[in-house]
């Protein structure tokens, strides 16, 4: 097994735990955890493990990009801009298509490309306290990858409302919305994600995978054309003014001065 430094994965049986690991950042996402996430997603898909469960580690389930690669951001080329969202489309698509069923168990906060995991996972069970949110227009970047697949589950007008305002919503919202399966007390979330487990490993792993190949096929088509734009305005938006000014006040704690609209 691949050794890994950003995720815990433990293997139990017929399940494999991918645990987001760095609690000191709540978990925050680095190219190398997204690296990781993707490696650990593809040995499971080519071995015998029926259920893949998300989890992060400490206080939160993921908050979002680390303030380390914001930073690292402005001094890349568009080259690298590039190479950045084709990483983050790949991490996506990997889980979306991921053969085995996946289950997201989620606490605290779940941010950005964090609530990205969440979402794209089959089920998501989550704690009365979690936190969720697409934020990404509060520091002038694009939410474009994981806008596809957001408006393939809830519509777009939910999709707009979410996107567009980046605000914080509770797990009883989401599961409204559909995000969210069940909202389950915190000392619960690890019986109730077992349990699902269980219930899914009954099922016929043939038949699981072979689901799972139709609902992606059903959306293929639409998907490469709407994963190809989202690439380009992901790798775009990190070459703006406002993008370096949302980051600039982001770590600064202060409110953004936006440049005019054009």
Same mark, same amino acid.
């Not at 889980?95 to 089920?123: N, S």
């Not at 979330?189 to 899914?200: D, E, P, T, Y």
């Given at each position: 097994m691949t050794a890994y430094s950003t995720i815990l994965v433990a293997d139990e049986g017929a399940i494999r735990t991918i645990t987001l690991n760095r609690p000191e950042r709540r978990n925050a996402m680095t190219p190398a955890m997204q690296r990781e996430l993707i490696a650990a997603m593809e040995e499971a898909a080519a071995s015998e493990f029926r259920v893949v469960v998300f989890a992060g580690a400490g206080e939160a389930f993921c908050s979002g990009l680390d303030l380390s690669a914001l930073q690292e951001m402005h001094g890349k080329s568009a080259a690298e801009h590039h190479e950045d969202a084709e990483r983050i489309a790949r991490l996506f698509?990997?889980?979306?298509?991921?053969?085995?069923?996946?289950?997201?168990?989620?606490?605290?906060?779940?941010?950005?490309?964090?609530?990205?995991?969440?979402?794209?996972?089959?089920?998501?069970?989550?704690?009365?306290?979690?936190?969720?949110?697409?934020?990404?227009?509060?520091?002038?970047?694009?939410?474009?990858v994981v806008s596809a697949y957001l408006t393939l589950q809830i519509g777009e007008k939910r999709a707009r409302d979410l996107l567009l305002t980046g605000r914080i919503f509770d797990a009883q919202e989401a599961q409204r919305l559909g995000l969210v399966n069940e909202v389950v007390a915190a000392?619960?979330?690890?019986?109730?994600?077992?349990?699902?487990? /269980? #219930?899914?490993? $009954? *099922?016929?792993?043939?038949?699981?995978? &072979?689901?799972? @190949?139709?609902?992606? %096929?059903?959306?293929?088509?639409?998907?490469?054309?709407?994963?190809? /734009? #989202?690439?380009? $305005? *992901?790798?775009?938006?990190?070459?703006? &003014?406002?993008? @370096?000014?949302?980051? %600039?006040?982001?770590?600064?704690?202060?409110?953004?001065?936006?440049?005019? #609209?054009?």
């Open positions: 698509r990997t889980l979306y298509e991921l053969p085995k069923p996946t289950i997201a168990a989620v606490h605290g906060a779940a941010i950005a490309g964090g609530m990205g995991i969440a979402t794209l996972c089959d089920f998501t069970v989550a704690t009365p306290a979690a936190k969720l949110g697409y934020t990404e227009v509060r520091i002038g970047f694009v939410p474009a000392e619960e979330l690890s019986n109730r994600v077992n349990s699902l487990a /269980a #219930a899914l490993i $009954a *099922n016929s792993p043939e038949s699981l995978a &072979a689901t799972k @190949r139709l609902l992606a %096929a059903q959306n293929k088509t639409w998907l490469d054309a709407a994963i190809s /734009a #989202a690439m380009e $305005a *992901n790798a775009r938006s990190r070459e703006t &003014a406002d993008f @370096r000014e949302g980051v %600039a006040a982001f770590l600064e704690k202060r409110r953004p001065a936006w440049a005019k #609209a054009k």
